[in-house]
């Protein structure tokens, strides 16, 4: 059975770093594209940042770039997410997601919640 | 607002087939898979549509996907109560570099 597990979200303050974590079990990780999706509040879903089964490239949604940056280590069938310099309105639901060779996200995990506030 | 465009409700009574558009353009939808996701509250979303048509294992044939220039639409006949439900179209963008969803649409069913 395909399984995502995301940690590491919470209440942070405005300024702060956080890294979120995603771990894979039931695939061969080494295999898949990986994706970020996150979901504000009452908000829609807003792709985030994705990376190749090597690392050797990695997307972002522009308006991310620079302060988010997403990696993986495949000999421990894990996601992360580095968030620099957080801000109100990074306050979502953040979702790991395996991604197959046509680009749908055909598994997703249960999501952790970050706030961001003071 | 959404390079990806969808009507932001939609609805129809059980039995109904009731369709959702999603609007792009020629880097996104025009040159590239669409795909869909189906979210109820507080649930992570799941996939209902790859491949522009293509179901993946266990989603009723229900669902249905097309897809023609540079946009694309989802089709669900013998609407049930339990379809009620928020929908999102999604494609990566050739242009941009990054994967695209569409606002979402909230199905109520009456």
């Known amino acids: 059975e395909v399984k995502l597990v995301e940690s590491g979200g919470g209440l942070v303050q405005p300024g702060e770093s956080l890294r979120l974590s995603c771990a894979a079990s039931?695939?061969?990780?080494?295999?898949?594209?990986m994706t970020w999706v996150r979901q504000a509040p009452g908000k829609g879903l807003q792709w985030v940042a994705n990376i190749r089964q090597d690392s050797t490239q990695r997307y972002y949604l522009d308006s991310l770039r620079g302060r988010f940056t997403i990696s993986r280590d495949n000999a421990n069938n894990s996601l992360h997410l580095q968030i620099n310099s957080l801000r109100a309105d990074d306050t979502a639901v953040y979702y790991c997601a395996r991604q197959p060779v046509y680009g749908d996200l055909d598994h997703w995990g249960q999501g952790i919640l970050v706030i961001v506030s003071s | 607002q959404s390079v990806l465009t969808q009507p932001p409700s939609a609805s129809g009574t059980p039995g109904q087939r009731v369709t959702i558009s999603c609007s792009g353009g020629?880097?996104?939808?025009?040159?590239?898979?669409v795909c869909w996701y189906q979210q109820f509250p507080g649930m992570a979303p799941k996939l209902l549509i790859y491949?522009?048509?293509q179901r993946p294992s266990g989603v009723p044939d229900r669902f249905s996907g097309s897809k023609s220039g540079t946009s694309a639409s989802l089709a669900i006949s013998g609407l049930r109560s339990d379809d009620e439900a928020d929908y999102y179209c999604a494609a990566w963008d050739d242009r941009l570099t990054s994967g695209l969803f569409g606002g979402g649409t909230k199905l109520t069913v009456l």
């Open positions: 039931g695939f061969t990780f080494s295999n898949y594209y």
């Open positions: 491949r522009n048509n």
């Open positions: 020629s880097s996104n939808i025009g040159s590239n898979y």
